[in-house]
């Protein structure tokens, strides 16, 4: 049986006029196709992947006392740790527990006609007890960001676009994030939600899984397992490519299942996405693309905006409401006057 969740090796794209064609022909085939594969040849080492996972490993070990001197709810930026059952998927909890990081920049002074979503920008939280975490967790994320960007590149090649079509939009200040997270067994949840089914909001989403299963894909009306492969990383398309392409590339359903009994699965989502101020464009396909693009699909209950602060802090709210009546209790209560 042929591989549902291909496997691309993105070397290909400096190894000739020839190869390089036909790698983007396959990267556009898959992220229209079920929206997700594995990546290798990523430029990120063996060791550089240990590092990240074992840190993981160590900040989850951590008394909870430290853990929670961390917690999500004392950042208006909504980073920091949230235990299991903390945040939620469409209303339901999901079973994990993680620590949020986004990229290190100074708070925006707030007042009248600032909007809302300037909110987000700030600085990270973390833990006293374990120092190392820091430069591990921002390390990761630089490698991971020029991964992104390479490839958010030969995607615009893909669509027949300039390699630089999407750089105003993220250039300088891209709005990455990135998580460590933990999914305890089912017999210390009770439920095989880790992660409820949901699309991915920004641009393209780069996973490292450690070695236990767990992610599932929508495709064809079926759940279809991610298992991990070592040494590469997962990528989805996220609904800002959706929305540039008009929906002829498409943000793909997910959810996470709980490990089974006694098994612990760790993994690092990093989210690459656009500035916060950006406003997403829609690209000009070629017309054979053009054809077959389908309009983005938006959720009535949760829809999409080309405004990227606006959708970003729309999740953010939607998914931790503990967050939101503490620090945006001002926007809860305008949204409920109508």
Request: charged residues 25%; without cysteine.
């Amino acid at each position: 049986m042929a591989r549902i969740i291909p496997v691309l090796d993105l070397d290909r794209l400096d190894q000739g006029a020839s190869e390089r064609r036909t790698f983007l022909f396959d990267l556009r085939t898959a992220a229209r196709d079920v929206g997700f594969f594995y990546l290798s040849g990523h430029g990120i080492s063996a060791s550089e992947i240990s590092d990240v996972l074992d840190a993981s490993r160590r900040f989850f070990a951590l008394p909870e006392a430290d853990k929670l001197a961390i917690e999500m709810v004392k950042s208006s930026q909504f980073r920091g740790y949230t235990r299991a059952g903390g945040e939620l998927t469409k209303g339901k909890a999901d079973w994990r527990e993680q620590l949020d990081i986004g990229v290190e920049r100074p708070t925006i002074a707030q007042g009248p006609g600032v909007p809302a979503w300037t909110r987000l920008q700030g600085p990270n939280q973390w833990p006293h007890a374990l120092p190392e975490l820091k430069p591990a967790l921002l390390a990761w994320q630089s490698k991971a960001t020029q991964v992104a960007i390479r490839l958010l590149k030969a995607f615009a090649l893909s669509l027949d676009q300039p390699e630089d079509a999407f750089d105003a939009i993220y250039r300088d200040e891209p709005n990455h994030r990135m998580k460590i997270v933990r999914y305890p067994g089912r017999d210390a949840t009770g439920d095989d939600q880790g992660v409820g089914a949901h699309k991915d909001g920004g641009f393209l989403t780069l996973l490292l899984q450690d070695e236990n299963k767990g992610l599932q894909v929508e495709y064809n009306g079926n759940w279809v397992n991610v298992d991990p492969i070592p040494q590469t990383l997962v990528v989805n398309i996220g609904e800002l490519l959706e929305l540039a392409s008009n929906g002829y590339l498409r943000a793909t359903v997910h959810r996470v299942v709980t490990p089974p009994p006694g098994v612990e699965r760790i993994s690092v989502p990093f989210f690459f996405s656009a500035r916060l101020d950006a406003t997403i464009p829609l690209l000009d396909l070629p017309e054979d693309l053009a054809a077959e693009a389908r309009g983005p699909a938006s959720d009535p209950d949760n829809p999409l905006f080309r405004d990227v602060g606006t959708n970003v802090l729309k999740s953010r709210l939607r998914s931790h409401p503990d967050v939101a009546r503490r620090h945006y209790a001002d926007l809860l209560e305008a949204a409920a006057a109508g």
